[in-house]
């Protein structure tokens, strides 16, 4: 997904683990990148129901009052943020009659708050779910290719925004989200 993402042109992947090995990160540099994007995406596994420990370091660095939120925090507004997640567990897992008893959405509601807060648009999380088993039986080349549709739509201003906002979760869904061009 990560390779996915990194050719997709107007797409800057940044590998935080490789970029702070040692979780110094630079504030400064990271708000500067966060103010010439329109969107921010998170791409993680799910690590305990969240994103794994740099993210949080991340969030609670680089999000200050004052930039990201507060009276004077204006500088993500009106950006669109989204969860692009890989879990163990099977999408089943994720419902109310499933083992977690809550879908994925529900239960990354400290992203959803966040983006709130800091006045972005939420979008549903994308996910593989069973990120384990994916290559044998045969989900991941789909995956990555509608991660590939979903980014270059959000590059060119095609993504449903209302739509993705919305829906619990993108998966399969992702093909009614994206605009398709005129006389397409
Ligand atoms: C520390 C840790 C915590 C995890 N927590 C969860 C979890 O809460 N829910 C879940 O479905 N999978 C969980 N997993 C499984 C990972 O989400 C899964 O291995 C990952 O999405 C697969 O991507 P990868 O091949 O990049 O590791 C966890 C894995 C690790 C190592």
Redo the contacts with the bound molecule.
């Keep these: 997904m990560f390779e996915t993402a990194q050719a997709v042109q107007g797409v800057t992947a940044v590998d935080l683990y490789a970029r702070y090995p040692d979780f110094n990160i630079d504030v400064d540099a990271e708000q500067a990148q966060l103010v010439e994007h329109d969107v921010i995406i998170f791409q993680h596994?799910?690590?305990?129901?969240?994103a794994?420990s740099i993210m949080k370091e991340w969030q609670d660095l680089v999000l200050e009052y004052g930039f990201a939120y507060g009276q004077h925090g204006h500088e993500l507004d009106d950006k669109v943020f989204m969860n692009a997640?890989?879990?163990?567990?099977k999408h089943a897992?994720?419902s109310e009659e499933g083992m977690n008893h809550a879908d994925l959405r529900s239960l990354l509601a400290p992203f959803e708050k966040t983006a709130d807060l800091c006045r972005m648009k939420y979008l549903a999380p994308f996910v593989?779910?069973g990120?384990?088993r994916a290559v044998e039986e045969g989900r991941l080349d789909v995956h990555r290719n509608a991660y590939d549709d979903l980014l270059k739509a959000l590059v060119a201003g095609r993504l449903d925004l209302e739509q993705a906002a919305r829906t619990d979760v993108m998966t399969d869904v992702l093909d009614d989200f994206i605009l398709k061009a005129e006389g397409v």
Aim: charged share 0%; no cysteine.
């Design positions: 596994p799910l690590y305990w129901y969240s794994p997640v890989t879990t163990g567990a897992a994720y593989l779910f990120a384990g």
